[in-house]
């Protein structure tokens, strides 16, 4: 008699990457579902067996592991609930190489796997984790040529005319691809641009607005969320009043195409605008470029950086005994004489907030990703504003196509999670939430988990390179293959009692490890600290250890 099969526990997992679609009686997510249910279905007779919860994540991009539905997945999986992971293609798990990894390794260690309905694979051999990787790749050239694509198709539709999309200009409503003007809407765009010319300036023109009540466009974006309906900044207004769209034109990159929409503002109202922008514009003292370099030299916030109070931030150099120099930005109502009208974080760190700046550009693609220094002279057009608070820095800038065409979330993969990224009448508003603080004799910036939020020499590869190491050492141990940390010391040619501290590594908490290997590590956190300290095994206790 044939011996019963054993039952081997499987969970279906689906995602979609936009909300459209979503509210269908059947949807995509109903489809993969019910191909990955077949499946399972089919080998009923090696024991499988459906597990009735359901794992969807509808509405939630395959380049980050920020999805609610997975998470609880790779819980399940640590729990040694699930034994197969059924997906419909590799990429609704991941489109991630790096993510596909940390996934992998959660399987491993509980001893499950997964399977693709549509791509034979074994996570369990060398050969299958290869395939895997080439799929990998190839599902992230996919995503970036789709990117391109889309890119150009923009570009030749706004050629001839049509509105694609965005944030909403205030006075038009959106009718297909084309604007129609909003009445009472466009009366105000008139007032504004006539209000400039009477004051002559942006600043008394936000207040005036600001008293008066007047607010930005309102509108409901495609999933559901209001956007607008707050009070204009100054950079909001000097886009409004430079926005071609009112003269019934389609702007793109640096150049703008007779539109399909109607204009708000007449050609002279709009030019005469122009002008008086143009030369209340700050310029540059000449126009070589090797003079704005020495402008911007040892401060190349100079002009861009505010306090609270709305007051310019200055460059300040304090030279030491000891032949360092110190460089703040300082607010110009303490360097006049009235220390009580500057807002709050009067005084800055420059090399502080232009790295922490540089991190947040780099990762967004205004520069090259291996740039170890900034070439602020490239960089500068690109920020419109700097403010210093408190609770964090508010960073305005122009948004570039890249991020026009992505969509926030594009942008957003790529920063920190507690980073805020808003896209407002076509300018990003970032907000990073940090507190400036002394640790080790230096000023550091602090995020909200208490770990610094950036890392000047990025990756601790001394500190990375041991977390692997003992890693590797304590799968030895655990599974038979070393009988003590004296025999890893022995084959490895090392001390026992050096052996035994760096073993310490491998037992941090995971979201420990994690930071060291994404270079976010706590300051106060080395491979000396790690190894001369008395590190608790209980994982609160270490992270009250180094972040305290």
């Given amino acids: 008699m044939k011996e019963k099969s054993k039952a081997i526990r499987c969970a279906i997992y689906t995602r979609k990457s936009s909300e459209e679609g979503l509210d269908q009686d059947y949807n995509s997510l109903h489809a993969q579902r019910d191909a990955c249910a077949a499946y399972v279905l089919s080998q009923a007779g090696e024991g499988w067996t459906l597990l009735p919860e359901i794992y969807d994540d509808g509405g939630f991009s395959g380049g980050t592991m920020d999805r609610p539905a997975l998470k609880q997945l790779l819980k399940e999986i640590d729990a040694g609930k699930i034994d197969v992971v059924i997906v419909y293609k590799v990429d609704r798990l991941t489109r991630s190489l790096t993510d596909f990894s ?17 791509q034979a694979f074994n996570t369990t051999s060398s050969m299958g984790r290869l395939t895997l990787n080439v799929l990998l790749s190839f599902a992230q050239f996919e995503r970036e040529v789709t990117g391109e694509r889309i890119r150009d198709k923009i570009t030749a539709s706004k050629k001839l005319g049509m509105w694609m999309g965005g944030n909403l200009a205030l006075g038009y409503l959106p009718n297909g691809r084309t604007l129609t003007i909003e009445p009472h809407e466009a009366e105000t765009v008139r007032m504004i641009f006539r209000r400039y010319l009477e004051l002559g300036s942006v600043h008394a023109l936000r207040r005036e607005l600001e008293d008066a009540g007047v607010l930005s466009k309102q509108w409901t974006s495609k999933g559901g969320s209001m956007r607008g309906g707050v009070p204009f900044n100054r ?14 034109e389609v702007p793109h990159k640096d150049v703008s195409y007779p539109g399909q929409h109607a204009a708000i503002v007449d050609r002279e109202l709009f030019d005469a605008v122009q002008a008086r922008l143009d030369e209340t514009a700050h310029k540059p003292r000449t126009p070589t470029p090797a003079h704005v370099r020495r402008a911007h030299k040892g401060a190349p916030l100079t002009g861009l950086i505010f306090d609270t109070a709305g007051h310019l931030m200055s460059p300040v150099s304090c030279p030491r005994r000891n032949g360092a120099t110190y460089r703040y930005y300082v607010s ?38 291996g740039d170890a220094q900034p070439d602020w002279t490239d960089l500068r057009p690109s920020i419109q504003r700097v403010e210093i608070a408190p609770e964090g820095l508010t960073l305005t800038l122009n948004a570039s196509s890249a991020e026009a065409v992505g969509g926030l979330d594009w942008a957003r993969e790529r920063l920190p999670v507690d980073d805020d990224l808003q896209l407002i009448d076509e300018a990003l508003i970032l907000k990073i939430p940090v507190w400036l603080v002394r640790r080790g004799g230096a000023s550091v910036a602090v995020g ?81 600290a790690i ?18």
């Fill in 102 to 118: 940390r996934i992998v390794d959660v399987l491993d260690r509980s001893g499950a796997s997964f399977v693709s309905v549509t």
């Fill in 448 to 528: 909200p988990d208490g770990a610094t939020a950036l890392q000047h020499g990025g990756v601790d590869a001394a500190l990375s390179s041991a977390l692997v190491r003992a890693e590797a050492w304590k799968r030895q141990l655990l599974s038979g293959e070393a009988v003590s940390v004296g025999s890893i010391a022995t084959a490895e040619g090392l001390n026992a009692y050096y052996a035994s501290r760096l073993l310490r590594v491998a037992f941090l908490a995971p979201d420990l490890k994690r930071a060291i290997l994404e270079g976010r590590q706590p300051a106060a956190m080395n491979l000396q």
């Fill in 235 to 248: 950079g909001a207004l000097f886009h409004l009043l430079r926005n071609r769209l009112y003269l019934g």
């Fill in 332 to 369: 110009r109502a303490i360097q006049s004489g009235a220390p009580e009208k500057a807002g709050a974080c009067p005084r800055v760190p420059a090399p502080v907030i232009e790295d922490l700046i540089f991190d947040r550009l780099r990762r967004l693609g205004r520069t090259g990703a």
């Fill in 531 to 548: 190894m001369t300290r008395d590190l608790p095994l209980a994982w609160d206790a270490q992270r009250a250890l180094f972040r305290g």
